[in-house]
């Protein structure tokens, strides 16, 4: 189901156990909030437990098996690390969510967050909390909405670039609006205040990166990057967006299908795939298979801390740059 209609279903029936999915963390939060109000908040200490990977299978089981306190539902909140699980400890998890689902616990539930899809294989036996990013026309209505809550006002234009800008990635827009609204002195927000105040999301950023590459434009390219990092943006973050720029790059210039065919296939929207498709006319096939190949080894070195994470997005950069 979408996040949407996770309340709605929650005051209809509570299940045993949910599985949240999805890549944007603003309805991730949202959904995570929505099963935290099904506790008593006079009881949250006794009735909401927050599990890692790094806690065993047999813990689980011992609190899937133990009852609410003073409280009509208990949670278990099993978050991950950012990783994927190793698969001997992913089956130990799901051997013991198996043997409890046969015969639940009144009263609990499990909430997971699919991080990295390590619980895909889980999916079938719960029910799963769609938190997806939207489309743009699905979040204008959410956006507006937001903004009127608020007492600040706008126009469909003008949400529509705030939504492309942040890549509609809601927990950037939610964070966007906070500087909108706290300038907003006539409470409306104009298309000039989002168009000056709100900055490019960092694939838009790489996109231009890129594009400033294959023109030839090392100045410009360096700005963008050095722009990225003044703003915080972590370096790895970066080296892993222009790895993934020009992976895209690679497989729009080698492949006979559709944008649309494409971007379904990266999990993208079409129009990343057609900026990248126009970049990668300026490569030839084997000049991109070559970069993706040594953008995607200095990754994984910086990953794995062979080298350091501003050396490698550097070292990727100028690799880059001596290929175009």
């Not at 306190?69 to 001997?88: A, T, V």
Request: aromatic share 8%; charged share 25%.
């Amino acid at each position: 189901m979408k996040i949407q209609e996770l309340n709605k279903n929650l005051k209809q029936q509570v299940k045993s156990f949910y599985l949240i999915d999805g890549d944007d963390f603003y309805f991730k939060k949202i959904a995570m909030q929505t099963f935290k109000s099904l506790v008593d908040e006079m009881a949250f200490d006794f009735n909401i437990t927050y599990f890692n990977p790094q806690m065993s299978a047999e813990a689980l089981f011992v609190n899937l098996q133990t009852p609410p306190l003073m409280s009509d539902y208990r949670l278990i909140l099993f978050g991950g690390d950012g990783k994927k699980l190793d698969k001997d400890k992913l089956k130990g998890y799901d051997e013991k969510i198996t043997t409890w689902l046969k015969n639940p616990c009144p009263g609990v539930v499990l909430v997971i967050i699919n991080e990295e899809d390590s619980f895909k294989s889980l999916s079938k036996k719960a029910e799963v909390v769609d938190c997806s990013k939207h489309n743009t026309i699905e979040l204008i209505g959410f956006v507006n909405d937001l903004i009127t809550k608020n007492g600040y006002s706008t126009n469909e234009v003008t949400i529509k670039e705030l939504i492309v800008k942040c890549n509609n990635d809601m927990m950037i827009i939610s964070n966007e609006l906070i500087k909108l609204f706290a300038l907003a002195e006539d409470k409306n927000i104009s298309f000039d205040m989002v168009d000056n105040i709100v900055v490019n999301n960092i694939e838009q950023s790489v996109f231009k990166l890129t594009d400033s590459i294959a023109q030839g434009n090392i100045g410009g390219a360096y700005t963008i990057m050095e722009d990225l990092l003044a703003i915080g943006e972590p370096p790895l973050k970066i080296l892993s967006a222009i790895s993934g720029q020009y992976r895209r790059m690679f497989i729009s210039k080698i492949s006979a299908d559709s944008d649309v065919v494409i971007a379904e296939q990266l999990g993208v929207k079409p129009y990343a795939i057609a900026i990248a498709k126009k970049t990668a006319k300026n490569y030839k096939p084997m000049q991109l298979k070559r970069l993706v190949d040594k953008l995607g080894l200095i990754e994984y070195q910086a990953k794995n801390g062979e080298i350091g994470m501003l050396e490698g997005l550097n070292l990727a950069l100028i690799y880059a740059i001596d290929r175009r």
